[in-house]
């Protein structure tokens, strides 16, 4: 059953009865939603016991609503690969600081769901999995046995193959299958399977509207070295986990070949700076990084704070380079009020660099041309345009045709559509009816039982 509350990308969490054991396939919260709006439909567990919760992934989307659950469900183990247990705690302390600050604006009541102490009792509920190693669970007379797999994505991303009764199921999570310059694309194991989860974010992105990621990565270096040189001041709006230090190592590669000027003061935001020691951890610890803390020394990183566009404006002296979250411009995030102080100087540019879901401010900003009015609510300013907005396709998500290669390779009896805008579910049910008519595809609405 999909505990999302709505059909498309949402708060990511599917609720399984695997023989005897309840299982729990993710456990997000809705970044587009606040409140008790953002959580999974928890209360369609009823009774239910949770026996294992199974985390893909650090993005909030993914784990949000983890400790919120935990509270209710004190019985169950949590699972997730080493690399996510070691950047969990701090990606779920600035979800309190968030939320904090929400309920505080908005007046929230609910909020925040948990405290530092809840984040810190369920650390003693997780079972860490080194990816490719099998653990087998027992209860009463019955046996599951679950490994992870790398899925690329983002650090600690994981794929998941659960076996129960000589029957496979295996749950995709979010995937990208080409290397990153932080971390090695997915490896999957190369079993059949019985049914394969598989999320669908990308699948309305038509080929044509694919552009190499080499050369997105070169016509990003060379729009930041052009506007530097210009005069003017490049914002990287990014998802703190992740796709920040995918950035900082693109600069650094590019300033390292003498790609990009080495003078630009660079400006990083709170969450992702701090990410930063964990993923220096896990390249010491497990070997599954390309990223040391050094390149911020090298690079000469700032921690960026200002939250008011005119004071931001009076403190860039000189072009600089703000790779800040968040990714999608939400209000308030020091990315949105960056974006606010650079908006109105034609020097300057913005570059998105990952999915923005078109309702948020980042979404909407791009739908505009240069000169148009553009309202940031939350300074309560209109500005011209005249900064020039930018689009590089560096997706952390691999491609419709990859995923569906990928799946297909595992020759499943059935397939299961989830973690997508319909438009982009549809296109899988369409093209796995086509070639290959025996595959049953299930495309479940939101709190709809089936059984596969
Ligand atoms: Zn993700
Ligand atoms: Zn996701």
């Given at each position: 059953?999909?505990?999302?509350?709505?059909?498309?990308?949402?708060?990511?969490?599917?609720?399984?009865?695997?023989?005897?054991?309840?299982?729990?396939?993710?456990?997000?919260?809705?970044?587009?939603?606040?409140?008790?709006?953002?959580?999974?439909?928890?209360?369609?567990?009823?009774?239910?016991?949770?026996?294992?919760i199974l985390i893909s992934h650090c993005h909030l989307d993914h784990v949000g609503s983890l400790p919120y659950l935990m509270k209710r469900q004190q019985q169950a183990r949590v699972l997730m690969s080493r690399a996510s247990q070691i950047v969990l705690p701090r990606i779920l302390a600035n979800s309190v600081s968030v939320m904090r600050l929400r309920r505080d604006e908005f007046g929230?009541?609910?909020?925040?769901?948990?405290?530092?102490?809840?984040?810190?009792?369920?650390?003693?509920?997780?079972?860490?999995?080194?990816?490719?190693?099998?653990?087998?669970?027992?209860?009463?007379?019955?046996?599951?046995?679950?490994?992870?797999?790398?899925?690329?994505?983002?650090?600690?991303?994981?794929?998941?193959?659960?076996?129960?009764?000589?029957?496979?199921?295996?749950?995709?999570?979010?995937?990208?299958?080409?290397?990153?310059?932080?971390?090695?694309?997915?490896?999957?194991p190369t079993c059949e399977v019985d049914t394969v989860i598989t999320e669908t974010t990308r699948g309305s992105v038509m080929p044509e509207d694919r552009r190499s990621v080499d050369s997105e990565i070169e016509r990003l270096i060379v729009t930041i070295r052009d506007t530097i040189d210009a005069g003017g001041s490049v914002l990287i709006p990014a998802f703190a986990f992740g796709r920040m230090q995918e950035i900082l190592k693109i600069i650094s590669d590019a300033r390292n070949s003498n790609r990009l000027q080495k003078d630009s003061p660079i400006f990083c935001s709170g969450l992702g700076y701090g990410l930063i020691d964990d993923f220096d951890t896990?390249?010491?610890?497990?070997?599954?990084?390309?990223?040391?803390?050094?390149?911020?020394r090298e690079l000469g990183v700032k921690i960026f704070r200002g939250n008011d566009p005119k004071y931001i404006k009076s403190q860039i002296q000189r072009p600089s380079i703000f790779v800040l979250s968040s990714g999608m411009l939400v209000e308030n995030t020091s990315a949105y009020n960056v974006a606010c102080a650079l908006i109105d100087d034609h020097k300057n540019a913005i570059c998105f660099v990952g999915f923005c879901d078109e309702d948020t401010p980042g979404g909407e900003l791009?739908?505009?041309?240069?000169?148009?009015?553009?309202?940031?609510?939350?300074?309560?300013?209109?500005?011209?345009?005249?900064?020039?907005?930018?689009?590089?396709?560096?997706?952390?998500?691999?491609?419709?045709?990859?995923?569906?290669?990928?799946?297909?390779?595992?020759?499943?009896?059935?397939?299961?559509?989830?973690?997508?805008?319909?438009?982009?579910?549809?296109?899988?049910?369409?093209?796995?009816?086509?070639?290959?008519?025996?595959?049953k595809v299930f495309d479940m609405d939101p709190g709809e039982e089936f059984c596969i």
């Open positions: 059953m999909d505990l999302n509350r709505t059909k498309d990308i949402g708060s990511s969490c599917l609720f399984a009865k695997i023989g005897t054991f309840s299982v729990l396939l993710d456990c997000g919260t809705n970044p587009k939603h606040d409140g008790y709006d953002s959580l999974p439909t928890f209360e369609k567990l009823g009774s239910s016991a949770l026996d294992l929230i009541r609910e909020y925040p769901f948990f405290t530092q102490t809840d984040i810190e009792s369920l650390e003693d509920h997780i079972l860490p999995m080194q990816f490719g190693k099998p653990r087998t669970f027992k209860k009463d007379s019955d046996e599951m046995t679950v490994t992870f797999f790398s899925a690329g994505h983002v650090l600690g991303a994981s794929s998941i193959l659960i076996e129960h009764r000589h029957r496979k199921t295996f749950y995709t999570g979010d995937v990208l299958f080409r290397d990153q310059r932080t971390i090695k694309g997915a490896m999957w896990v390249a010491k610890k497990l070997s599954l990084v390309n990223f040391r803390k050094k390149i911020t791009q739908k505009c041309s240069a000169g148009d009015s553009f309202l940031f609510k939350a300074q309560n300013y209109t500005a011209k345009i005249s900064a020039k907005i930018h689009r590089f396709d560096l997706s952390g998500h691999a491609s419709r045709e990859d995923i569906l290669k990928n799946v297909l390779g595992m020759s499943p009896r059935s397939v299961v559509l989830v973690h997508g805008e319909e438009s982009s579910r549809n296109w899988f049910m369409d093209l796995l009816i086509d070639v290959a008519p025996k595959i």
